[in-house]
């Protein structure tokens, strides 16, 4: 059994993944105690009033999906990629029953507060990815927008491990690359984790038994196919709009996902919200 000591210490992608074998997945604090209202009148709750929690935390995603995916039934062929699809599968009994709240991510960082910030950012991003990346699947008409929303909400799901269970590391990242912006994220990530992010994620689709299209969809090769462009141009959306709606790279967002959805610009920034 990997400890987390022996996880941060040997830089090793391998040891990494053998420590996240054992490791629970947090959850926010907010999700727990929303899903824990829902259970106290599980009579008169369905899975849509369940999954509208689970989506808006990404990690409970993962724990939904993983669990629905390792434990469904042999007639059940193809894998479980919708949240509220997997949570009909399962049942709601089963879910309150099987999938924990615990720990929450506020509690395993309560002494790395800049890092919390950080990871709450991170992951209200990470929603608004997904809520743009269905947006936009509706205007193209796919019928499986849900899928995309997951895909995007998930893109960065191992950077938000690594936030949680090695906040000294991501803050390490995090400061060089404040300190020089024409810094790749790949070369620093090697010297400070001794592997990239997304070969951790690739690893970690697989541990947890994520849907392979998951992985279809966050892969950069596949850019060319539209649903794959999709979720890229959300995820940018999402990270060039955290903070507001002057970010310098926008303009380009806006002309790329227009050329998506063959619509013109001003459309796309209505679509989106931004402001007038």
């Known amino acids: 059994m990997v400890t987390l000591t022996e ?9 990494w993944v053998s420590y996240f074998k054992q490791a629970e997945i947090p959850v926010l604090r907010q999700t727990a105690r929303e899903l824990a209202d829902l259970q106290a009148r599980q009579d008169d709750v369905g899975a849509r009033d369940i ?11 993962v724990k939904v999906l993983s669990y629905a995916n390792n434990h469904r ?8 990629v919708q949240v509220e699809q997997a949570i009909i599968m399962m049942g709601s009994g089963t879910f309150f029953a099987q999938i924990p709240t615990v720990p929450h991510v506020e509690e395993v960082l309560q002494e790395h507060l800049p890092a919390l910030i950080d990871l709450l950012k991170l992951m209200i991003r990470a929603h608004r990815a997904g809520y743009f990346a269905a947006e936009f699947a509706s205007s193209l008409m796919d019928l499986h927008a849900e899928e995309v929303r997951v ?21 390490e990242i995090t400061r060089r690359q404040e300190a020089d912006k024409t810094l790749r994220s790949r070369v620093v990530q090697q010297e400070v984790l001794g592997f990239r992010i997304i070969a951790l994620q690739a690893e970690l689709v697989r541990l947890f038994n994520l849907p392979s299209l998951l992985t279809d969809l966050m892969d950069e090769e596949r850019a060319h196919l539209p649903r794959v462009r999709n979720v890229q141009l959300a995820v940018n959306l999402a ?3 955290a903070d507001g709606w002057d970010n310098a790279a926008l303009p380009d967002d806006y002309k790329d996902i227009a050329q998506l959805l063959r619509v013109d610009v001003a459309r796309v920034k209505h679509l989106v919200g931004v402001p007038d």
């Open 73 to 80: 039934s042999r007639h059940q062929l193809q894998d479980l």
């Open 51 to 61: 999954s509208r929690v689970v989506i808006n935390d990404p990690l409970m995603m």
């Open 151 to 171: 895909a995007a909400s998930l893109y960065d799901f191992a950077e938000m491990m690594l936030w949680c269970f090695h906040p000294e590391a991501m803050t």
């Open 239 to 241: 990270r060039h709009s």
């Open 7 to 15: 996880a941060r210490s040997q830089k090793s992608l391998e040891t």
